[in-house]
């Protein structure tokens, strides 16, 4: 990595959001996810979260979300919003 | 057709994802008020990610950005403009300098975008006092610009008053907005009515600022999308009343006659341009008649 990770957190608990927090790690990425539809999207969820990690290039880090149904298009603006935080890139 | 613009806050995803199912002839995406200043970062992508992803069938988006006293206004504009939302609504606009430096933005963004000029159109908030003796240079101020919309509530603390659901301290404000408005050929938009459980207080509201002249009126609770329709529409007396003008006319026409009058009442330009105007607002809305 050649930025440093901050912890940061991204989201909220209510219904179609999902509450993020990142938190740089020792080694390699761990995902734990909470979600209303784990049955049916808990792998995918984790899989989009693993690839927007791996595409800022984060390799360290562990990944909390929460997730209360969030659509795809809301997974990826946390995801995209968190990563920025963590990388210490733009203010609000 | 714009009759009803409903604010939604700017990174609740919830209210974001339902906004075409709400009965709002537009939706007002708001990264101003609505949006904690550590949250801007997260509306901004939320909503661009909504408005490349969603469909918002039949309705059309408006993006209220932050003003031009922030930090955030340019950035906003970098992250809305390739998404083409129909219109961009700038706060606290108070003279036609600052329309200028938004049009300016957006102009250099639609060149780099490879977007069409004023392809994203501009709808000024006024809501100061030197906004609204401004109104007229405001509305005229760009071609961008295609309606000016007034806001109550920080105008009544500009005007160190109360804020009342009568809405006699910016009556002022309204016939202001309304003549600027049309003066320059732009549309006006009134302020929304903030209580949102006084049912019979958003149909006068609503039918006052149709008799006043405003084109619609923004909202900021579904709850009132209904009164605010139904205020803004034609009824069907107003719109049997404009064909009977309009057959009258062609009528006369046909028959050499110069003035006629209908219901005892002359009929006069005005009244046909009136008629013209319900007759364009009921085809719109599904209630025009192909046999007249």
């Known amino acids: 990595m050649r930025f440093k990770l901050s912890k940061a957190s991204c ?13 740089p790690a020792d080694e390699g990425i761990e995902i734990v996810l909470q979600s209303v539809v784990e049955k049916q999207f808990g792998d995918s969820i984790r899989a989009l979260a693993a690839e927007m990690l791996s595409e800022a290039g984060i390799e360290n880090a562990k990944l909390n979300m929460i997730d209360k149904g969030a659509l795809e298009c809301t997974l990826r603006a946390r995801l995209e919003t968190l ?3 963590a990388k210490g890139g733009e203010d609000a | 057709m714009r009759r009803s613009m409903l604010f939604l806050p700017g990174n609740t995803p919830n209210l974001i994802l339902n906004g075409d199912s709400l009965g709002a002839d537009a939706i ?3 990264l101003e008020d609505a949006v904690a200043p550590d949250q801007k970062d997260a509306a901004r992508v939320l909503v661009r990610n909504a408005l490349k992803t969603l469909e918002f069938r039949g309705i059309e988006k408006i993006i209220r950005i932050n003003s031009l006293d922030t930090p955030y206004w340019k ?8 998404c083409r939302p129909e219109l961009i609504m700038t706060p606290k606009t108070s003279c036609a300098e600052d329309v200028l430096q938004f049009d300016a933005y957006m102009s250099e963004t639609e060149e780099r975008l490879g977007f069409e000029k004023n392809s994203v159109r501009l709808m000024p908030l006024i809501e100061t006092a030197l906004g609204v003796e401004n109104a007229y240079e405001i509305a005229s101020a760009s071609d961008r610009v295609v309606a000016i919309f007034l806001g109550a509530e920080d105008l009544s603390a500009d005007l ?5 659901k009568e809405g ?17 050929g732009k549309d006006a938009f009134d302020t929304p009515f903030t209580d949102v459980n006084d049912d019979e207080g958003i149909r006068a509201d609503a039918a006052l600022a149709k008799a006043l002249g405003f084109t619609g009126k923004a909202s900021i609770s579904p709850r009132h999308l209904d009164a605010i329709n139904e205020a803004f529409s034609p009824s069907e007396k107003e719109i049997d009343y404009a064909y009977e003008v309009l057959k009258t006319i062609r009528l006369a026409e046909q028959q050499g006659r110069g003035a006629v009058a209908l219901l005892g009442k002359m009929i006069d330009k005005p ?22």
């Not at chain 1, 179609?16 to 990142?22: G, I, R």
């Not at chain 2, 950035?75 to 390739?82: A, C, N, Q």
């Open chain 2, 28 to 30: 007002i995406l708001d």
């Open chain 2, 271 to 292: 009244i046909v341009m009136r008629a013209q105007q319900t007759i364009k607002m009921a085809e719109a809305l599904g209630l025009g008649r192909e046999d007249e």
């Open chain 2, 168 to 184: 006699k301290e910016i009556f002022y404000a309204r016939g202001r907005i309304v003549m600027a408005a049309r003066a320059a």
């Open chain 1, 11 to 23: 989201g909220t608990l209510e219904s179609s959001d999902v509450y993020m927090e990142l938190e």
């Open chain 2, 75 to 82: 950035k906003d504009l970098d992250e809305m403009m390739p």
């Open chain 1, 83 to 85: 990563i920025a935080r």
């Open chain 2, 160 to 164: 160190r008053c109360e804020r009342t």
